[in-house]
């Protein structure tokens, strides 16, 4: 897949704006793109969803965490030469492969995302083997797949992969927020079984001033607002189809196409 489209003079004949005011539009469109809860989310907090789609919940993103965060930071983060986010990006890398990989210097046991998703996973029934021989629903797949390739390619540059994490981030903490508390209160699970969500909201807590700081100063021309905002878009896009399977499936009853 080619890089995007270069810019053409009409795009860029408007001042920059305000660091300040670039982020206030990212703010902005967060909210347009996500005014409500995913389907599948909505009934989760709802507490309609079963046992059964919670598991399959477990598998169909057990990739998403195993792997396809780890390749998609790591594209971003050897393309960066600002050093100061460098350093911040390989703690974002530290956060998502668990910090005992450092527990010599920091004294830290926290494992990383995938094995606290299937433990999350163990709270609701589900076996280790059966998340990691899962075949994904091909939805899902192919925006892993996407997530991975704009991220190792051209399409974005670093300063639009900064941008793509505090879209995650944003969508995370949202929506991840809420699902924790309603798995909490309305499934009855144990804080054990939800360590998961405690660790990674509290990892996205971290990153969203660096990422808000250097989306401010680096995005100082119309430039590169148009692409950073574009790949914000684009992976808040990229996590909305994460879940089209999902819905599809659980919601719909309509079991959707898994990858061979």
Not at 143 to 170: E, H, K, M, N, P
Not at 203 to 217: C, F, N
Request: glycine residues 6%; hydrophobic residues 40%.
């Amino acid at each position: 897949m080619g890089a995007q489209p270069p810019l053409g003079p009409e795009e860029l004949s408007a001042p920059p704006l305000s660091g300040d005011d670039f982020l206030a539009l990212l703010d902005e469109q967060f909210r347009a793109k996500c005014p409500e809860p995913p389907a599948f989310l909505q009934a989760l907090y709802d507490g309609q969803l079963s046992q059964e789609h919670l598991q399959t919940w477990v598998k169909d993103h057990y990739a998403y965490w195993d792997e396809a965060l780890v390749y998609s930071t790591t594209a971003i983060f050897i393309k960066t030469n600002d050093e100061p986010t460098r350093t911040h990006m390989l703690r974002r890398l530290v956060d998502i492969e668990g910090e005992d990989v450092v527990g010599d210097l920091s004294g830290s046991d926290t494992p990383s995302w995938e094995e606290l998703w299937l433990r999350f996973g163990a709270g609701v029934g589900l076996s280790p083997s059966e998340a990691q021989d899962w075949q994904q629903f091909t939805r899902t797949y192919f925006a892993i797949q996407t997530l991975r390739t704009y991220s190792r390619y051209w399409d974005w540059t670093w300063l639009d992969g900064v941008a793509t994490f505090y879209a995650s981030d944003l969508y995370g903490k949202e929506f991840l927020g809420r699902a924790h508390a309603a798995l909490r209160d309305r499934y009855g699970l144990p804080d054990h079984a939800l360590e998961f969500f405690r660790v990674y909201l509290g990892d996205v807590d971290s990153h969203i001033p660096w990422e808000r700081e250097a989306l401010a100063y680096w995005c100082c021309t119309t430039e590169r607002q148009i692409t950073a905002a574009r790949a914000f878009r684009e992976r808040l896009d990229i996590e909305q189809q994460l879940l089209v399977g999902l819905e599809q499936t659980c919601l719909r009853g309509e079991p959707a196409f898994q990858v061979p």
